[in-house]
């Protein structure tokens, strides 16, 4: 019988899904930070994806479009339909949410999470780009890039146009991990869980730091955004030891699970506060329950059978 591993590849999926439904539950702001993590892990196995890729580069998007996109469009409608907040019920809400690229820069998030999805297929079609850029260009140039590029990136954030050169650090840093098969040893995971913790620390003690780990002080500003980038950061021996271990079939379902946990957690939740309060501990444990049961049941019945479809649909259009 396969052993469930303590931290395998899809229990950390799975784990930083949680920590994002524990944020919008919670005073903690510990959502971002996730979502950050979730990227530098998309900018390993992405490109570890695209590295072994046999067939064209369109190919390629539609994949991955087509593993992202039609969970999200069945989850967004379904929101809509319930009305899970006030401006679901507006059709051009409905039509931006469900268009998705771009939806970070403007309204119409319908599930509340929408925007990273934004974000992560722009990291999509920059992947063939980037792989480019790696194999033809010096070290210090595609360093030199990539800073402009954030450079960039803050200032469109700063103008509330958040793009994929915002986030340029983690998703680059998950591609630096699968082009050097860096593989960490235990004393560098140690010290980057020392440092984050530390990190966690100040943020939780020093004045002026509250915003990174509580929603009291919470502004989203852009040295809030980089406090939260710098702390992943610091984890990023731990995500580049934790992808180098063996993952068994409970753990590939968890992982598996994190998409459906993340999609529809809001949305439950703004369902569930019109009926009985989620404030209390009783109400958020009513939450989590009801969060689960959706989640599961989004899994079994529409995602497995929507990707079976997808793999069936590659088979037949992969080359001989």
Known sequence: MPQLRLLGPGMLRFILAAMVVVSHLTSLNIGRPAVLLF????????????????????????????????????????AWLLHAHAEAVRPESLWSALTLLGLAARSGDVIGVSWSLDIELQFYLAVPLIALAAQRLAPRWLLAIAVAAFGLGIALFAAR????????????????????????????????????????????????????????EFTDSVAENLGHMAWILLLAPLVAWNINQPSDRVDRWLGDLSYPL????????????????????????????????VSIALFIGVDRPLEARRQRLWRRARPA
Not at 42 to 68: I, K, N
Not at 267 to 273: A, D, T
């Open 39 to 78: 990227f530098m892990l998309s900018g390993y196995w992405v490109s570890r994806l695209f590295a072994g890729w046999q067939a064209s580069v369109p190919a390629f998007y539609a994949s991955r479009t087509l593993r992202v996109w039609p969970l999200y469009a069945v989850t967004t409608l379904v």
């Open 161 to 216: 146009v958040p793009t994929l050169l915002f986030y340029l650090p983690a998703f680059l840093a998950g591609f630096a991990f699968h082009r050097l098969h860096w593989q960490p040893g235990a004393g560098l995971v140690g010290a980057s869980l020392a440092a984050a913790a530390a990190f966690t620390l100040a943020a939780a003690t020093l004045p002026g730091l509250g915003g990174l780990l509580f929603k009291a």
């Open 262 to 293: 993340y999609l529809v957690h809001l949305p439950v939740v703004r369902l569930l506060s019109e009926v009985v309060p989620v404030t209390d501990t009783g109400g958020k444990l009513v939450a989590v329950a009801a969060i689960m049961v």
